[in-house]
């Protein structure tokens, strides 16, 4: 939400109608916004990074363009916030913002799963992973994603592409 208020975003086009269009799209995201700012850029920022860090479909084609602005303002301001913050000597800042950006870049919530950064793993693939003690990075081997898949009824070829995937990380 801190993000989302930056003066940058003052800019930010709210068109015609477009504050309905929020407040659609604010019914689908996690994080509530005040229904009386509908028409503010620094709510329809906020919607727009949540739409992409949740993975939503954007209501209106305008706002694939806004997101593009939107997201690159965001990286910018993040890295400022990074360097200022390093200045001062301030690791928590820091390691906050520099989580951001990465939740940001690939389209992440705080709360999703770190599996689900690599390719070709979804939601279902992560249930089979934490059911066999599997919830981290380091914790992927060849050997036991493979072992998880030879339990599972998933197809052959996601399995071929995971553990390809894993290999090569």
């Known amino acids: 939400k801190l993000l989302s208020d930056a003066f940058k975003y003052e800019e930010l086009p709210v068109r015609h109608n477009e504050d309905t269009a929020n407040a659609e799209l604010a019914k689908v995201l996690p994080f509530e916004v005040d229904d009386y700012t509908m028409d503010s850029p620094h709510t329809k920022t906020f ?3 949540q739409a992409r860090m949740k993975r939503v479909k954007l209501p209106l084609a305008d706002y694939a363009n806004d997101l593009r602005s939107v997201l ?6 993040l890295n400022a916030l990074v360097d200022v913050a390093a ?3 301030l690791l928590e800042p820091v390691l906050i913002a520099m989580e951001k950006t990465q939740l940001i870049v690939q389209g992440r919530l705080p709360s999703d799963s770190p599996l689900l950064q ?3 793993v979804n939601t279902q693939v992560v249930k089979m ?3 066999n003690g599997i919830t981290t990075l380091p914790q992927l081997e060849p050997s036991i ?3 998880v898949f030879a339990s599972s009824s998933s197809s052959s070829n996601q399995s071929n592409r995971v553990v390809r995937d894993v290999m090569e990380a």
């Open 47 to 49: 919607l727009l990074l």
């Open 87 to 89: 200045d001062a000597g």
């Open 145 to 147: 994603v493979r072992r």
């Open 129 to 131: 992973f934490n059911a």
């Open 72 to 77: 690159d303002q965001a990286l910018r301001i």
């Open 118 to 120: 690599l390719p070709h």
